[in-house]
């Protein structure tokens, strides 16, 4: 069975969950705050990594294992929420999407791209030889997007012939220590979980999949600056669509103020299922237009926003 992601991060995660059937290593992080503002001691952060260990093993150990092999897992990275759409298979144009999207990072968008076009061959060869296929989508506008392009795609192999399950990313998750977790995209579910979530997966119908793949046309006739989920419905959309909240936070903002810190703001309160790289470019064009002005760079080598901002009031 191939496995189909929209981010690399979820490939990511779900190549480490495949075969596992326990906590073998690996790396993880917290943040450690005191009320007081102290610094905690060596000894209590070493309790907290004994604790967070301890939570680790127990929910390997409690983990459905997800069958399968890592290199059936795709990654189709494309941000299809954002720019142009017009063209077929993978072009130019999506690259020139991802490039004004991250200017700094060329070496990593041609690796990101390659290795769609190679995941997209080798879903159509394998779909057309009757393999099923998995694919794990949130409600973000990238997933939403992938999902009916990726049913587009597939339309030379012969819809009726297809074999695709739908794994949705849950609204929301309980713990047993009575926390309730929100997931923004599948990048951020732990490998332990995949192979509990990909029991609520359910086989596409045939006329769902004609109608995301008709759907995608129609979206791509329009060829909006954007695509959005509004009212659980992916719809095309004016690059303005998030720049209330953008602009309610600019203004919540000191005169002077991190950028990063803006975009964390943005995407932490308002979960609109969109990257920092679409409100950085946002902001560029505030910007232009005379409302905010750059009071210092980003240093060489980190992504252009790690800068500080000044209100033009």
């Known amino acids: ?26 790396v993880f992080g917290a943040v450690v705050c005191q009320r007081s503002g102290q610094t905690p001691s060596r000894a209590e952060i070493r309790r907290l990594r004994q604790e967070m260990e301890a939570r680790e093993r127990q929910a390997w150990a409690e983990a459905v294992p997800l069958e399968g092999r890592r290199e059936d897992v795709v990654s189709l990275s494309l941000l299809l929420s954002v720019g142009p ?17 991250y200017p700094d990072r060329a070496e990593n968008l041609e690796r990101v791209l390659e290795k769609s076009r190679r995941g997209l061959s080798t879903l159509l060869e394998r779909a057309g030889q009757g393999e099923p296929i998995r694919v794990w989508s949130s ?10 392009w990726l049913m ?37 579910v732990g490998p332990h ?21 008709d759907h995608w046309g129609a979206l791509r006739r ?3 600056p954007l695509r959005a989920v509004l009212n659980g419905r992916l719809v095309s959309a004016p690059e303005t ?38 409100i950085a470019r946002r902001v560029k064009q505030f910007i232009r237009g005379g409302l905010l002005e750059p009071v210092t760079e980003a240093k ?10 000044r209100r033009c009031d």
Request: aromatic share 8%; charged share 25%.
């Open 193 to 213: 979980q995949f192979g509990r979530m990909a029991l609520s997966g359910e086989k596409i119908p045939v006329n769902a999949i004609r109608m995301m793949a």
């Open 1 to 26: 069975m191939l496995e189909v992601v929209f981010e690399e991060s979820a490939a990511g995660s779900m190549s480490a969950a495949i075969g596992r059937t326990g906590r073998t290593g690996g």
């Open 85 to 101: 759409i017009d063209e077929d298979g993978i072009g130019p144009a999506r690259r020139a999407v991802l490039e004004d999207l």
């Open 300 to 309: 060489p080598g980190a992504p252009y926003y790690r800068r500080t901002l």
């Open 152 to 188: 587009e795609q597939l339309r030379p192999v012969g819809l009726e012939a297809l074999d695709v399950t739908l794994v949705r990313l849950p609204e929301f998750q309980a713990r047993p220590d009575g926390t309730v977790v929100q997931y923004a995209g599948w990048g951020e």
């Open 139 to 148: 409600r973000g506008p990238d997933d939403a997007c992938g999902l009916c």
């Open 222 to 224: 329009e060829n909006a």
């Open 241 to 278: 669509l998030y720049d209330f909240w953008i602009l309610r936070e600019i203004a919540a903002q000191e005169p002077e103020f991190r950028e990063a810190v803006l975009i964390g703001n943005v995407i932490g309160k308002y979960r609109l299922g969109i990257g920092d790289d679409w």
